[in-house]
């Protein structure tokens, strides 16, 4: 079975998807699509286009994160398709172990810096706020 390349996926869906969020005076339309790190709709961090995606989501208990790799082997096996690690170890040490995870299995070295983002980004929404404490006379 053929597939078509990622190229000729992205131009048919580039304009018109369900995941296309578009807000009037903003040039790049934002998605909401599974596996982008950025919500930004191009090419480079799109999750449907390519074999082998990446997405960092929220853990189930809301401690930690979860990494959703795609295997670029199993790209017509849905089933078998996504990969799943969960990360609370920490924060500096669940992004040191996701650095490791990326660049150790050289996987897409162009979405490392995007991942650590967003899930410095899901950490410290995690984090509980800090009250302060008033001064009583």
Known sequence: ????????????????????????DV???FSTEPNNLTNVSCYRYSGLVHKKTLGIVP????????VVMKKGKYAQRPAKNT???????????SLKKLRNLLIGNKYRKDLTQ???RRASAVLRSQ?????KKTKSA
């Open 1 to 24: 079975m053929a597939t078509t390349s990622p190229h000729l996926n992205w131009l048919i869906i580039r304009n018109n998807n369900a995941y296309l969020l578009k807000k009037r």
């Open 27 to 29: 040039k790049k339309p």
């Open 59 to 66: 853990a189930a208990d809301k401690k930690g994160f979860t």
């Open 83 to 93: 990969v799943k690690v969960t990360m609370k170890a920490g924060p500096r040490r």
């Open 114 to 116: 995007a991942a650590l």
């Open 127 to 131: 984090k509980l706020p800090q009250v």
